[in-house]
């Protein structure tokens, strides 16, 4: 009976920016009650299928693409939590999108394909099997592509390129992998702790391979090291997208997409005695440490957010591949907060750069003062990455923390401090800069306006600022993200 | 009603041609797309009647074979017919605006259309050697003097080299079938299958026809008259020959490969085959990546996507000729798709040089839309139609652990959706050269949703397999090679 | 012994045309090439049909008839082509040199 509301998820986003579209470039106001309508609509049907969950029905639309290959969609409680977040921060990016692009041109195509875009990432969240996956996957990279290309300029279409080109040859390794794996054992649906044992194949040298293969396939988009340049260079998208590319949509994709590779494909046990658990573990732990190295480095805000990503985004992986109960929560709780957090930073990012031009580091002095609001939202973010308690990013790290020491893996500790010592070391010098230093005595560009921080820009900012705290502080509520994965973590770690 | 429905396929069309001489340019294209809409209207109860009770045969006029003619329907031959009626139905709406009554264009269109269409529709139900002969001839003719309409000098001289080629490929083909005929006394495909024994004269005649049937599918490196034929063609005959002319001689390799010498032991001619495919796909997608001009790009994607379905023959298995049949299909709507939207934008901006398409989202955004949607499927992204050919395809070649194969659809994949992310790129996001003031007009609206219609269609032909894949597994080959 | 000197006469003949086809530049001269080729292909298919020409085939007769019709109908349409692309670019051939994508 429920069976078409996954379905309907996927489409509601996907038929609005289609109508987007086709309603073009000068039909302001319809386009926006038409954005805004969509995400409240799809907020109103996220909660419909909270409930549903919760009285333990899991609405499935199945449709057979060929025989013994289904398109499936389905909620269960993890495309749930990922799903929840999409459509709270589609809902806010929205809004922040809007204020941001008011005198840009081209606003039919760009709206048109960020619809499209979260259309994809419902997709992602709510595919039942790895083919449902792919096929949303393929389409996210055609939806971003014309976004990370949108302002025209040479960087852009270069960028774009380079995002296309990793991404394109990232799904090439997927889809070989892909029909390896449905090769030997056919169409499975995503099931908790995996069903790949079952085929009982005694070679494990395949089903490595395949692994890798998929690995690959995910890790490009999730930016796992070597694969991970094309992020830096995607900046200079406009700031919403960097920020929905960073927090909920690419990245985030890919993240998801080991998730449930590891724990609802392979199993968590089959990944472990295949020796793949560790190797992932070591390539997340490096890219985390290589990520932050590569983000001291950098003078640009824009691009030392995105080295930051590299590096946060493999504590996802980290968590899933190091495997037990607890790493395993922290892991999945960080795809919340991470995305919480890193839609903050670009936010504000985005605010400095467009109302004062700022971009460099060294440009923040006095941020504080004229930008109050705007300056506490990304103080509050980038104390949350270093993983000050109470916030968001410390109740992930405990977990991680504390889950590898469960499983025995120690190495993970000094990872994990050095990590943070770098978030340390990257975030601490932009925050003093804004609230110690003096003003300078002109900014980057020339100040119109009288008033600094305009509603539709600061408010998005300040809203996922708070949230990152909340989630953080209130991490024991039952209704927290961090119950939650607790919730689906005992599914496979009983 | 059987019998009607079979004949209305081809005498409806064929009468059609004789009429529409006699009309004045006004009358002459409603009348044949009215032609045309009886198609599918034919089809459907030849279709209710394969599904049901399995292949139709008919003797025309009771006169037996070998003198008398035989049509045979079975599911492959059906899906290609519809994808003839399908194609031809967005594609004569687009001629009616595209060949406006009172011009040369105009008046020329009509009857060669419905002559090929004829010819078309005969070939697929042709079970007999020679009458794949004289319909294939129809056929190049017909689609050589519609390359020549409107008189462009490039486009005549490329109709001639496809003339050429074209009548010393059916040379090649007939002597094959004289050759054939000399030794089995039979014409009719399963007959000679039967009385044909592999010899030095059996060997002859397959290469002989294989050659002629090559060149006449542009199959790498017998392409060379393909590029410049669908590339300088009026819009619409560049999507009825990409779309639809090539495949018919591809179909008919394949009906002789697996139908006549199907159960021979050809396993290294069968991976030459496949390799010429091999380099049909390299070659065709490099060199569509270097074209300066869109309709160039999209011919020699055309190069390269008929390679695909020469895996068919190293790949041999039920997977392959899933797939083969599934690249026929889904190419055809792509890729009359794909040149119905060049040919607005050609003639829309009066260029289609790359580097002068600036903007097009803004300027034709539905045109745009459309190409964008064929490319989805060309480049076998999913969903989409070319997306579960390529992958049939690939599960064929992981089947018979053919890694080589399997490396190469994955590769070709990547090239083609190099060359076409760069001609959306380029109409779309041209730094320095945005908003150039270059003057254009808006197509007219049938036209840019006969583009759209086949576009979907193709998007389409990703969640419709079951009834398909039901209709070829119908149609399998007889022989032994299929597990 | 007739059967293997038609055969023979027949390639050689086939032979001509297809170096006529290739090396004539004049349009005329490559259609009248192909047209040897034809003929040669019909020799061919008289000669392997029937039972050592002692009873003529009616099937391969027809074949042939039906063949020549339509060799003449290619030719007539292949020489209305030559003229106009002669009208269009003033010279009767398709030569390489003066063509690119414009």
Same mark, same amino acid.
């Given at each position: ?494 | ?187 009719? $495909?399963? #007959? ?9 004269? &059996? =060997? +002859? *005649? @397959?290469? /002989?026809?294989?050659? %002629? ?42 009906? $002789?490969? #697996? ?9 290294? &001619? =069968? +991976? *030459? @085959?496949? /390799?010429?495919?091999? %380099? ?55 890729? &009359? =798709?794909?040149? @119905? ?143 | ?102």
């Amino acid at each position: 009976m429920m069976d078409w509301l996954p379905l309907a998820m996927v489409l509601v986003s996907l038929v609005a920016g289609i109508a987007i579209f086709l309603l073009g470039e000068q039909r302001q106001l319809a386009r926006t009650l038409l954005n805004l309508g969509a995400a409240l609509v799809k907020l109103v049907l996220v909660a419909f299928l909270f409930m549903l969950i919760v009285v333990d029905r899991a609405p499935e639309f199945r449709l057979a693409l060929l025989p013994g290959l289904d398109l499936v969609l389905r909620a269960d409680a993890l495309s749930l939590l990922f799903t929840t977040l999409s459509a709270v921060l589609w809902l806010i990016t929205t809004v922040y999108a809007i204020a941001y692009l008011e005198r840009d041109e081209n606003r039919a195509r760009f709206f048109g394909f960020f619809s499209i875009c979260v259309a994809s990432t419902m997709g992602i969240a709510m595919a039942g099997n790895l083919f449902t996956f792919f096929i949303f996957y393929e389409l996210l990279t055609l939806a971003t592509w014309p976004l990370v290309a949108h302002s025209g300029t040479r960087a852009a279409i270069l960028g774009a390129r380079t995002y296309l080109r990793y991404t394109l040859a990232g799904s090439a390794v997927f889809l070989v992998g892909l029909i390896w794996l449905y090769g030997l054992a056919g169409s499975r649906d995503f099931i908790a702790g995996g069903t790949l044992e079952a085929i009982g194949v005694d070679d494990y040298t395949e089903l490595r391979i395949i692994f890798v293969f998929l690995v690959i396939g995910m890790g490009v988009k999730a930016a796992l090291f070597p694969m991970h340049s094309w992020l830096p260079k995607a900046m200079v998208a406009p700031a919403p997208v960097s920020a929905l590319l960073h927090a909920v949509a690419v990245v985030k994709a890919g993240a998801f997409g080991l998730v449930r590779l590891v724990e609802d494909v392979y199993g968590p046990e089959l990944v472990a005695d295949l020796g793949m658990g560790n190797l992932l573990a070591v390539a997340a732990a490096f890219t985390i440490i290589y990520g932050s190295v590569m983000a001291l480095r950098q003078t640009d805000i824009k691009r030392r957010l995105a080295f930051s990503t590299v590096s946060q985004v493999s504590y996802i992986a980290l968590g899933v591949a190091v495997g037990g109960m607890m790493a395993t929560t922290g892991g999945m709780v960080h795809l919340v907060h991470q995305g919480l957090m890193k839609i903050t930073l670009f936010f504000c990012a985005g605010i400095f750069a467009t109302v004062l031009g700022v971009k460099h580091i060294g440009q923040l002095d006095g941020l504080g003062r004229r930008m109050p609001w705007t300056a506490l939202s990304f103080t509050i973010a980038g104390l949350g990455m270093i993983g000050l308690p109470p916030m968001a990013g410390f109740v992930s790290k405990y977990y991680l923390g504390a889950g590898a020491i469960a499983v025995g893996a120690w190495w993970v500790i000094p990872v994990l401090i050095a990590s943070t010592l770098l978030n340390a070391a990257y975030f601490l010098p932009l925050i003093k800069r804004m609230w110690m230093h003096a003003e300078p005595e002109q900014w980057p560009k020339p100040v119109t306006l009288s008033r600094l921080e305009t509603g539709g820009l600061v408010v998005p900012a300040v809203i996922t600022a708070m949230l990152s705290v909340l989630i953080g502080v209130f991490a024991a509520h039952p209704l927290s993200p961090l119950s939650w994965v607790m919730g689906i973590a005992t599914e496979y770690f009983p | 009603m059987i019998a009607e429905a079979l004949t209305g396929l081809v005498f409806i069309p064929l009468g059609v041609t004789l009429v529409v001489l006699l009309l004045p340019d006004r009358a002459r294209g409603p009348l044949c797309l009215a032609a045309v809409l009886a198609l599918p209207l034919c089809l459907l109860p030849l279709t209710e009647a394969v599904w049901t009770n399995g292949d139709i045969t008919l003797v025309l006029a009771e006169f037996a074979p070998p003198l008398g003619i035989v049509w045979r329907l079975d599911g492959l031959a059906l899906i290609m017919l519809w994808l003839t009626a399908i194609v031809a139905v967005p594609v004569s709406i687009h001629a009616l605006t595209s060949f406006p009554p009172g011009q040369a264009s105009g008046r020329e269109f009509w009857p060669l259309w419905m002559m090929l269409l004829a010819g078309i529709n005969a070939l697929f139900l042709s079970a007999d050697l020679f009458n794949l002969y004289v319909t294939l001839e129809m056929i190049t003719l017909a689609g050589v003097a519609m390359i020549g309409i409107g008189g462009k000098a490039l486009a005549l001289k490329a109709a001639m080299r496809y003339l050429l080629l074209g009548l010393l490929a059916s040379l090649l083909y007939l002597l094959a079938v004289g050759l054939i005929y000399g030794q089995t006394g039979a014409l009719d $495909i399963d #007959l000679v299958g039967e009385r044909l024994q592999p010899g030095r004269m &059996a =060997a +002859t *005649a @397959l290469v /002989l026809m294989t050659t %002629g049937l090559l060149v006449k599918s542009a199959i790498f490196p017998m392409h060379v008259w393909l590029p410049a034929a669908h590339g300088n063609a009026p819009g619409p005959v560049s999507a009825i020959l990409s779309g639809l002319v090539v495949k018919v001689s591809l179909y008919m390799l394949i009906r $002789i490969w #697996l139908w006549m010498a199907g159960d021979w032991e050809l396993p290294a &001619a =069968a +991976t *030459a @085959l496949g /390799l010429l495919g091999a %380099g049909a796909i390299l070659y065709g997608s490099i060199a569509a990546l270097i074209q300066p001009r869109l309709k160039m790009v999209i011919a020699y994607s055309t190069v390269a996507q008929l390679g695909y379905v020469m895996l068919l023959f190293p790949l041999a298995s039920i997977e392959a000729y899933r797939a083969a049949s599934y690249q026929l299909l889904a190419h055809g709507l792509a890729k &009359a =798709a794909m040149f @119905l939207a060049a040919a607005n934008i050609l003639k829309s901006l009066g260029t289609d040089r790359l580097i002068a398409l600036t903007d097009l989202d803004r300027k034709l955004p539905v045109d745009l839309f459309a190409f964008t949607l064929a490319a989805v499927s060309i480049m076998g992204l999913p969903p989409s139609g070319g997306f579960l050919a390529k992958w049939m395809l690939l599960e064929a070649a992981w089947r018979q652990e053919a890694w080589g194969w399997l490396v190469l659809v994955s590769v070709g994949s990547l090239l083609s959706a190099a060359y076409l992310f760069r001609v959306i790129a380029l109409t779309c996001f041209h730094p320095g050269r945005r908003h150039a003031s270059t003057r254009w007009q808006t197509p007219p609206r049938s036209a840019t949703n006969a583009a759209l219609i086949l576009a979907l269609l193709a998007i389409a032909a990703g969640f419709t397999s079951a009834p398909l894949l039901s209709l070829i597994d119908g149609s399998l080959p007889p022989g032994g090679i299929w597990p | 012994m007739t059967e293997v000197m038609f055969v023979l006469a027949a390639s050689l003949v086939f032979g001509i045309g297809v170096w006529g086809l290739l090396i004539a530049e004049h349009l005329l001269r490559k259609l009248l090439a192909l047209n040897v080729m034809s003929s040669s292909v019909f020799i061919i298919m008289l000669v392997v049909s029937g039972d050592g020409g002692t009873s003529p085939d009616p099937v391969a007769q027809a074949l042939i008839l039906t063949g020549i019709v339509i060799a003449v109908a290619a030719t007539a349409f292949a020489l209305a082509l030559m003229i106009s692309i002669y009208r269009a670019t003033g010279r009767p051939s398709i030569s390489e040199s003066d063509d690119d994508d414009r």
